[in-house]
């Protein structure tokens, strides 16, 4: 079978067309932006690829036409396939219908830490020996692959909660009928298609409400809003992580409280107060301690003892991009992280702090999502950003006024709409020792690879 993918070079189309392609279809898609490093992986899979929607890629003859949500209504080609009746179908319902359908699918939500828990997931589940597949939204190290199909029943996937396509405005995540699922925490974000938090909710209630009775809700214990989506029904065992105080039992059929786990701060693991075990690893923060204990639930209800998945955890290597080291030169490092909204921001900061203790941090910011772009959380900014020692941050194509929202940070923020400026006030602030954080969801001008070659022609010009 023939599938003609609509915006491939997405990280979740693109991960559809490597699964598609290893289950033996034959896959081809067109994207308005076909640029590496998607572009290069796809071809490196054999999947050809053509610049733009034109509506001569009818004439591949596709059998059916795979709908990405970067898709809306008047593009070309999408317009003539409606025209002719041609068949077509949303991302997330092929991956669901095409290739899912006989996995047991552990799938992770959340407004934060969905890619980097479904790579704890998929890397305790391989350690296991399961085998598991996966579609992530990043690189995890221990794999090197954003994507993989497998002959196991386990499949692991990043459950995202924007909207599936033009056509089906539920949230992606309903499409995956998952029999483990994590909710790792809930916040107001997609400001461009959800309007507040409550419609935010009714999309997790949905989810939630796809979860057999045999299956199980990681939920995450702290959060209000979670909460409130197991109060409105839940026909699945849950367990709590990281809990502060008990949750209500839910209504409509809803099993109320199970299991709850814990880590204290020197990263010792307990499931209804007994220990399980000490975790032994390098990463920062309670953040990642929250997304491991996920994780280890989430793997103990695919059968791995808690043991087992300490174990895996310790060899675990992160994500690209989070946190990742892309170079010191002359005692600065500079670091890359995804951190797009102010809890992600505020958290990251944190976690670098605990880290450095008293070094400077230049704390680098690209607001580029579409809620940041929009400006709704731009109040927030400052104080996510106060652990800071210096800001930097790039105001190009913001509707709104950075420099007033940043004013609460005084002399220590920087706003600039040029790249270059930016960079060079970066490189004249930083002085040895310090620790450079860029934080942005998009690729920033290919900042830290100029910012680094900067200081590298500073240092030897001294």
């Known amino acids: 079978m023939h599938i003609h993918i609509l915006g491939i070079c997405g990280t979740f189309m693109g991960g559809v067309a490597v699964l598609a392609k290893e289950a033996g279809y034959r896959v081809t898609g067109c994207d308005a932006n076909v640029y590496p490093p998607m572009s290069t992986q796809l071809q490196a899979q054999g999947i050809a690829l053509i610049e733009g929607f034109g509506v001569e890629q009818l004439k591949l003859n596709a059998d059916m036409y795979v709908i990405g949500n970067v898709v809306s209504r008047g593009n070309p080609l999408m317009e003539e396939i409606m ?5 077509y179908i949303s991302g997330p319902q ?6 899912l359908q006989e996995k047991w699918v552990l799938a992770v939500a959340g407004t934060h830490g969905k890619t980097t828990t479904s790579s704890m997931l998929a890397w305790i589940l391989e350690y296991a020996g399961m085998n598991p597949g996966f579609l992530i939204g990043g690189v995890p190290q221990n794999f090197g692959i954003s994507a993989r199909l497998t002959d196991s029943p386990f499949f692991v996937i990043e459950a995202d909660e924007y909207d599936t396509a033009f056509f089906d405005k539920r949230s992606k995540f309903v499409h ?29 209630h949905h989810l939630v409400r796809t979860v057999p009775g045999n299956g199980l809700v990681v939920s995450n214990g702290r959060e209000e809003s979670l909460s409130r989506v197991i109060k409105r029904g839940c026909w699945t065992p849950i367990e709590l992580f990281g809990s502060i ?34 975790l032994q690893w390098d990463l920062m ?13 989430a793997a103990r209800h695919a059968g791995v ?22 170079g010191t030169v002359n005692g600065i490092t500079v670091y890359d992280d995804f951190a797009h909204h102010p809890t992600a921001i505020a958290t990251t900061v944190e976690g ?40 930097f941050c790039y105001s190009a194509n913001l509707g709104w006024d950075a420099r007033g929202a940043l004013a609460p940070l005084g002399s220590k923020a920087m706003v600039s709409d040029d790249l270059n400026e930016l960079i ?19 690729g920033f001008g290919g900042i830290h690879e100029k910012l680094l070659q900067r200081l590298q022609n500073l240092k030897m010009n001294d």
Not at 94 to 99: D, E, H, I, R, T
């Open 305 to 326: 003892p808690v043991a087992q998945g300490l174990a895996a955890l310790g060899e675990f290597k992160n994500v690209k991009r989070r946190m990742e080291i892309r």
């Open 83 to 87: 025209n002719r009746n041609l068949p």
């Open 245 to 278: 105080a008990p949750i209500p039992s839910p209504s409509g059929g809803g099993l109320g409280r199970g299991s709850d786990w814990q880590m204290n701060n020197e990263n010792q693991v307990t499931l209804n107060g007994k220990i399980q075990g000490t």
């Open 285 to 297: 923060g309670e953040h990642n301690r929250m997304n491991a204990l996920a994780a280890l639930a």
């Open 94 to 99: 092929f991956l669901a219908q095409a290739l």
């Open 352 to 391: 670098l702090r605990h880290k450095v203790g008293k070094a400077r941090i230049l704390a680098v910011l690209e607001p580029r999502s579409n809620t940041m772009k929009l400006g709704v959380m731009k109040d927030a900014l400052p104080a996510s950003l106060k652990d800071a020692d210096a800001v």
């Open 176 to 204: 995956y009928r998952p029999r483990t699922v994590v909710l790792n925490n809930l916040e107001f974000d997609h400001a461009d298609i959800f309007p507040d938090l409550a419609s935010i909710e009714t999309q997790f």
């Open 424 to 442: 060079a006030a970066i490189a004249a602030a930083a002085k040895p020792g310090d620790q450079v954080l860029v934080m942005s969801n998009g």
